[in-house]
């Protein structure tokens, strides 16, 4: 049995015409879940979920291009009509309830909670959503950040978030079936630590860590998408394709 990533959005740093910021929409195993909800995904989200029947939100990095539309979804769920028969859990790094509730002008989240229930990530973190077995691990990035691996049936998801090489990156992505990777930067500046991949940085993650398919995403406005993708996929030497909106990927 398969599941599915649907691409919400790939741009970076910010939205593009027609090109939201990162988010997708991972579904299998009975679980619909929201990842990473970049400006402009709730909107593209709805063309493949209702929102309020969201069984989970997962979100790698508080940088706004990763988790900002968490806004337009307060607003849809809990003024928009689309409220939802229990609140949505929300994985994310802690402090995601406080930066939302700032939002409002209020110190306190607990308004939200008719909506959204946020649980704290942490390294190792794991969740159950329906047949869906996540697992968080902490990545390097300038802020604290997570990349995640999805199991289902024997089949695994495996996506970079925002993050520089680092061990815990080829961990997670050992052996899955597509792994989902940024490639942001055409060089590294130098400093370390090393907080974004190159497209070789990615092809080469996909080669140590054996996995079955390399989609490029995240694409910095230093590199084009095509050209990333063809870096990645010389530095694979595998399958490589490019995440584009609307690509419904199935794998499993």
């Not at 991972?26 to 402009?40: E, I, K, N, Y």
């Not at 802020?143 to 049936?153: C, G, S, V």
């Not at 597509?178 to 400093?191: F, N, Q, S, Y």
């Not at 990333?228 to 010389?234: D, I, L, Q, V």
């Amino acid at each position: 049995m398969s599941y599915t990533l649907t691409v919400l959005g790939t741009a970076s740093p910010h939205p593009a015409p027609g090109r939201p910021c990162s988010g997708y929409l991972l579904s299998g195993g009975g679980a619909r879940v929201w990842v990473d909800a970049g400006p402009g995904t709730f909107a593209e989200l709805q063309w493949y979920a209702d929102p309020a029947r969201l069984d989970a939100i997962w979100i790698s990095h508080l940088h706004a291009d990763h988790c900002a539309d968490l806004l337009s979804a307060v607003y849809g769920l809990a003024y928009g009509g689309l409220t939802p028969p229990a609140p949505v859990p929300v994985y994310a790094p802690p402090g995601c309830a406080q930066r939302l509730a700032a939002f409002f002008g209020r110190p306190d989240p607990g308004f939200l909670a008719g909506i959204l229930d946020f649980r704290d990530l942490h390294d190792g973190h794991e969740a159950k959503i329906g047949g869906l077995r996540l697992i968080s691990r902490a990545v390097t990035h300038d802020t604290e950040a997570y990349a995640l691996r999805a199991e289902y049936e024997g089949a695994v998801l495996a996506y970079s978030g925002d993050s520089g090489p680092c061990a815990a990156l080829a961990e997670l992505a050992h052996r899955a079936d597509l792994l989902l990777c940024e490639a942001d930067i055409d060089r590294h500046p130098g400093e370390e630590p090393q907080v974004h991949l190159t497209p070789e940085d990615a092809g080469a993650l996909a080669r140590t860590a054996a996995v079955g398919r390399l989609v490029v995403t995240h694409v910095g406005p230093t590199l084009t998408r095509e050209a990333a993708t063809e870096r990645a996929r010389r530095s694979f030497g595998g399958p490589t394709v490019t995440a584009r909106e609307g690509d419904i990927l199935p794998f499993g």
